[in-house]
C-alpha cells in the first residue's frame, strides 16, 4: 500500500502565504508524476499544478505566476508554495501521485486533503 499525506493548510488572509507538502510513503517503487487539486463544494476537482520525476512542471491559468510547484525525490515529496492568496483559492487541496509499487503495478493515489482556507 501506498499513502499520500498531506500539511500546511490552514487560515491566512488575502495576499498572503502558504507551503503544502505532501509526502509519499509505503511500498513504492518508483514515483511518476505528482500534483495539487483543489475542490470547493458542488464543483469538480481541478488541477492546480503538476511535476514530472524530471522536474517539468504545469500549471492551471489561475495560479500561475503565484504557486511553484517543487518536489524532492529523494524524500518522495511535493511541495506547492502559494503567494498572493485570495479568496477564490479557498479549497481542499489533494495531492495527487502516479506510483509503481514495488510488486511493479501502477496506480494513482490520492492523500486525504487540506483545507486552505482565505479570509480576511
Known amino acids: 500500500q501506498v499513502q499520500l499525506v498531506e500539511s500546511g493548510g490552514g487560515l491566512v488572509q488575502p495576499g498572503g502565504s502558504l507551503r503544502l507538502s505532501c509526502v509519499a510513503s509505503g511500498s513504492i517503487f518508483s514515483v511518476h508524476a505528482m500534483g495539487w487539486y483543489r475542490q470547493v463544494p458542488a464543483k469538480q476537482r481541478e488541477l492546480v499544478a503538476v511535476?514530472?520525476?524530471?522536474?517539468?512542471?504545469n500549471y492551471a491559468d489561475s495560479v500561475k505566476g503565484r504557486f511553484t510547484i517543487s518536489r524532492d525525490n529523494a524524500k518522495n515529496t511535493v511541495y506547492l508554495q502559494m503567494n498572493s492568496l485570495k479568496p477564490e483559492d479557498t479549497a481542499v487541496y489533494y495531492c495527487?501521485?502516479?506510483?509503481?509499487?514495488?510488486?511493479?503495478?501502477?496506480?494513482?493515489?490520492w492523500g486525504q486533503g487540506t483545507q486552505v482556507t482565505v479570509s480576511s
Open positions: 511535476i514530472t520525476s524530471g522536474g517539468s512542471t
Open positions: 495527487n501521485a502516479d506510483v509503481t509499487t514495488i510488486v511493479h503495478i501502477r496506480y494513482n493515489y
